[in-house]
């Protein structure tokens, strides 16, 4: 049945605008013609809102999100003595359960955060805290205890910290992965029907926000299996991306599974594709762990590399020559300028070459991104004077911090530039981020973050959407012109007439994929 849809503004992409669209039985956009000669037509009034390509997502991770909804949400926890309340209840009314995982805790409020806080509330089970940058947990006792990490000699760690009190015992605070993997590989597994739920929950979650499409950012042993056993069902809504996670520790060994992965999604006919691998270079302001060049002036150091260099080199080169895409974790500018010198020595890349973050940069950075084709894979959603960027401030200063993500230095430099969530770090909706990364604020309360960095409507709307493609060298372009698959979401408001200010505002009603109807709102 072709469709046309009218009444209402609809912005094709690329500048482009029309009073109708058009669409075919198989889901593309097609012209008034063929739709007038179908055999069954079917109209469509849009009743004045707003049609827009859908959103894109280049760096998230769903699986994780749907997870982390399982357990115990303490987001709105802002002092400490709700935080223990709230998981002394949860605890009261689920007795059975002996792990108990929260998230997430702003690291910025006034609390302790130590494991003697959170004995408080729970002392005999292990008690797990996510942070708000997901680089850092929050744990008990019982959990130190477990992972055998409260007496004796703490193990060696090639990155990350564990944190430690005046008397020399760990005072709860787990910093990256390296440390965190202690507490976190002891963790009950979730069954497989469990994950399959969480993941289905996430693209059900994300549909809803007008999202069609995205990159899952981390993925470990076991959970590329859980993609496949998810589209085997059938109810998986979205496309989706794969980037395997390269650890210094396992990489050279994993890389065959990452091979054979890739090959198995292959049956899924490109709707789960296993084509990236993604590094990380470097930790995250929050704990002066990022690579700067300058150093930090909370610890006079320059923040932690996560790989040895020649090995970082080795496994890239690698990756490469296997026709992955290299999507690289660098926050620091220092860790840019590794990566980039990094993916100078190679070149024929299948995939453009990715960094995701760069957070600190500089004229110098962003010319030799452009000259590489490195493509700029950003938070927007992060440019705002809010807790996880103010915690940041007594390690970089006020210069630096007020330098940081640099979206408009980006695409003046003809940077493929693509917005993301990094979901569950912050909010999935791709509305709240391009909100921000008009005003460099999310509400009229707070001061605005380097405005000149802001960018405009088009060209948020561009790095949500047709960017993406370009990322992931894609056939598709990711708008609605003629002959795309009709990938689009439909808002309560025309986005390129609303006030800045009012673009928070913004409801998704309707999204499509492929033609096919995957979320519509309650009227």
Request: proline content about 4%; glycine content about 6%; hydrophobic content about 40%.
């Amino acid at each position: 049945m072709a469709k046309k849809f009218h009444s209402g503004a609809i912005y094709l992409g690329n500048s482009s605008f029309s009073e109708c669209i058009y669409v075919s039985d198989e889901g593309l956009v097609i012209t008034e013609g063929e739709y007038s000669s179908s055999t069954v037509q079917e109209t469509f009034s849009l009743n004045g809102s707003f049609l827009s390509p859908a959103f894109r997502d280049a760096h998230t991770h769903p699986l994780f999100a749907g997870r982390e909804s399982l357990g115990l949400d303490i987001s709105d926890c802002l002092t400490e003595s709700a935080l223990i309340a709230k998981l002394k209840r949860y605890e009261e009314t689920n007795p059975a359960i002996n792990w108990i995982d929260a998230a997430v805790f702003d690291r910025s409020l006034d609390m302790k955060f130590d494991r003697t806080t959170l004995d408080k509330a729970v002392s005999n089970k292990p008690v797990v805290l996510h942070g708000d940058d997901h680089h850092t947990l929050w744990v008990n006792s019982k959990a130190l205890e477990v992972a055998g990490l409260l007496h004796g000699e703490l193990p060696a760690i090639e990155s990350g910290s564990i944190d430690l009190d005046e008397f020399g015992l760990p005072t709860g605070i787990l910093r990256e992965w390296p440390a965190m993997s202690l507490v976190m590989n002891l963790a009950p597994k979730l069954t497989v029907a469990e994950d399959i739920s969480a993941l289905l929950w996430a693209d059900k979650t994300m549909a809803a926000a007008g999202i069609v499409e995205c990159v899952d950012a981390w993925i470990d042993r076991g959970m590329a299996e859980t993609y496949f056993a998810a589209w085997q069902t059938g109810e998986l809504n979205l496309d989706y991306t794969l980037g395997f996670r390269g650890d210094p520790k396992t990489f050279f060994d994993d890389i065959s599974y990452f091979i054979d992965q890739r090959t198995l999604l292959g049956q899924t006919n490109g709707q789960v594709r296993g084509t990236s691998i993604k590094f990380f270079a470097d930790g995250v302001f929050g704990s002066a762990t990022a690579l700067v060049r300058e150093p930090y002036l909370s610890t006079g150091m320059h923040g932690e590399s996560i790989w040895p260099e020649d090995d970082f080199r080795n496994a890239i080169n690698m990756a490469h020559s296997h026709g992955f895409q290299i999507h690289i974790h660098a926050i620091g500018d220092a860790a840019t300028s590794l990566c980039l010198d990094l993916l100078a020595e190679l070149d024929g890349f299948t995939y453009p070459p990715v960094i995701a973050h760069a957070e600190l940069t500089d004229q110098e950075l962003l010319q030799r991104m452009a000259d590489l084709g490195v493509v700029a894979c950003v938070q927007p959603y992060w440019a705002q004077n809010n807790g996880l960027l103010l915690s940041c401030q007594h390690h970089l200063g006020e210069v630096r911090l007020a330098s940081l993500y640099a979206f408009r230095d980006m695409l003046e430099a003809d940077i493929t530039t693509v917005f993301s969530s990094d979901w569950p770090i912050s909010s999935y909706e791709p509305i709240k981020g391009i909100a921000v990364a008009v005003n460099r604020r999310e509400h009229p309360t707070q001061p605005i973050h380097n405005a000149d960095q802001a960018v405009s409507v088009e060209q948020a709307l561009a790095a949500f959407t047709k960017n993406l493609k370009l990322m992931l060298k894609d056939q598709a372009t990711g708008t609605l012109e003629l002959g795309e698959p009709f990938d689009a979401v439909v808002l309560n408001q025309n986005v390129f007439e609303v006030p800045a200010e009012l673009l928070i505002n913004t409801k998704v009603l309707a999204t499509f994929k492929a033609g096919k109807e995957i979320f519509r709102a309650n009227p």
